[in-house]
């Protein structure tokens, strides 16, 4: 017989979970999709909503910008990996409000209600109250965007090949990446790679050593959050690539292919027919609209602060983890960062926080373990801090390639990944750089 199947409230669930607590989770990112995960095949209704249908592995989309893996590498359907589980629905939309005091979630004109809920709506790219610069500069959150950047960059590169004025190909030719910290680095290292050995091989009449990636911060070093020797390591092997740094320097406007930026020595004009923004994030809108309908604080990045179980102050049905929570209840008393790591554990741990009080069970307090931060600066060259443990050049690569592995949540895309770098390592050839007027 087949499983009896239910949709929202409009029929009854199966005769299990008839009467078993509703788990709503907004958000499909590392956060969502590790607490869907954890609670899938429990005696609970779950249901998740995302405004896409996949699960996005935002630490590759530079892969995607610069042309070594497509778009459907980093992402995987939701419902391929989710959708086997008889209790986890899943239902593609965008919430528009949040209703606390009937515990209602309102999305496609509809209201779910829910006994508890986890937000995991994650986060934004910010451009410090210069939202005019996003039509200039492209951010790197989204697969539109890494698509974006990867389009522009080719569809640059050809008209250079045909352009026989030698500015505007120097501009053509020239790509500025602002933000050094490991989106910043890694992007740029990529398309420096990029345009120096593709065009030396695939194109004929232009000059690969004019090729032009600077990578702009306002710090005295890329990386700042790691240790300053795998800092000044990173920053070494860019310039040993042929990437230029901007380093001390405040980007005061950006302009259709120009940035000025600001240092301590007066204003420097950059131009550049592609411009990057890694720069800055901002929480998701849902983290302002959870405050209003709640009286919670937010902090200057929109995220909201949380109680130690991750619930707003006063909602206990509220938990909010990710991108979009502050968490400061750790031994430093510093918030958690923005990462994969710290919202993977976020999820999984709320999961089972709810699953043990439905069941009046104690749960064990959350504990952040870190297992260090990475970031790739060339091919076979990254730096890592592992708990400590500081390695750079191709073992910390190797590093970095494993543990992105074993974060990738779609074993398909696993396998692919790794035969795409295998094949990169062995012929220094991409296999996304096809121009389309859409993503593919």
């Known amino acids: 017989m087949?499983?009896?199947r239910f949709f929202l409230e409009?029929?009854?669930?199966?005769?299990?979970?008839?009467?078993?607590?509703?788990?709503?989770?907004?958000?499909?990112?590392?956060?969502?999709?590790?607490?869907?995960?954890?609670?899938?095949?429990?005696?609970?209704?779950?249901t998740l909503i995302d405004k896409r249908n996949f699960n996005l592995f935002q630490p590759l989309l530079y892969q995607v910008a610069s042309g070594l893996v497509s778009q459907t590498d980093v992402a995987s359907p939701l419902r391929i990996m989710l959708g086997q589980a008889p209790n986890v629905q899943i239902l593609m939309g965008e919430v528009?409000?949040?209703?606390?005091?009937?515990?209602?979630?309102?999305?496609n004109d509809r209201r779910l209600h829910y006994d508890h809920l986890i937000v995991a709506a994650g986060a934004t790219s910010s451009f410090f109250g210069h939202d005019e610069w996003g039509q200039f500069a492209t951010p790197m959150k989204s697969l539109e965007d890494a698509y974006g950047i990867r389009k522009r960059v080719l569809s640059a590169l050809e008209e250079a090949e045909q352009t026989p004025d030698p500015t505007r190909r120097r501009l053509l030719q020239s790509v500025v990446v602002v933000g050094g910290g490991p989106t910043g680095c890694e992007l740029a290292a990529s398309l420096n790679d990029l345009m120096r050995h593709t065009l030396e091989r695939d194109f004929k009449q232009i000059d690969p050593n004019l090729c032009k990636v600077t990578l702009v911060d306002p710090g005295d070093r890329v990386l700042r959050a790691m240790d300053p020797q795998l800092s000044k390591a990173a920053g070494e092997h860019l310039k040993r690539s042929g990437v230029e740094m901007l380093l001390g320097g405040r980007v005061k406007t950006i302009e259709e292919n120009k940035l000025v930026v600001t240092t301590s020595d007066g204003e420097v004009t950059l131009e550049a027919g592609t411009i990057c923004w890694t720069a800055g994030v901002a929480a998701s809108p849902l983290g302002?609209?959870?405050a209003e309908r709640t009286g919670c604080s937010v902090d200057r990045g929109g995220?909201?602060?949380?109680?130690?179980d991750f619930s707003i102050p006063g909602h206990p049905e509220i938990r909010v983890v990710g991108d979009l929570c502050s968490y400061s209840h750790t031994k430093n008393g510093k918030p958690l960062p923005g990462m994969a790591g710290p919202a993977v554990q976020m999820g999984g741990w709320v999961a089972k926080d709810i699953l043990a009080k439905l069941q009046n069970q104690s749960h064990a307090p959350f504990v952040f373990t870190?297992?260090?931060?990475?970031?790739?600066?060339?091919?076979?060259?990254?730096?890592a801090d592992l708990r400590g443990l500081k390695l750079s050049g191709p073992l910390g690569w190797l590093l970095w390639g494993l543990a992105h592995l074993a974060f990738i949540p779609d074993n398909e895309n696993r396998i692919t990944l790794l035969t795409k770098w295998l094949w990169l390592i062995v012929t220094r050839e991409r296999s996304a750089l096809v121009i389309t007027e859409a993503p593919s």
């Open 303 to 308: 995220r909201l602060p949380v109680e130690p």
């Open 96 to 107: 528009e409000d949040i209703d606390t005091s009937a515990q209602e979630v309102i999305f």
């Open 370 to 383: 870190d297992f260090g931060t990475m970031a790739v600066v060339g091919p076979l060259f990254a730096v």
């Open 288 to 290: 302002k609209l959870l």
């Open 2 to 4: 087949a499983p009896e």
């Open 10 to 46: 409009l029929t009854p669930p199966t005769e299990l979970l008839r009467n078993a607590a509703h788990v709503v989770i907004v958000g499909g990112g590392f956060a969502g999709l590790k607490a869907a995960h954890a609670l899938a095949g429990k005696t609970v209704r779950v």
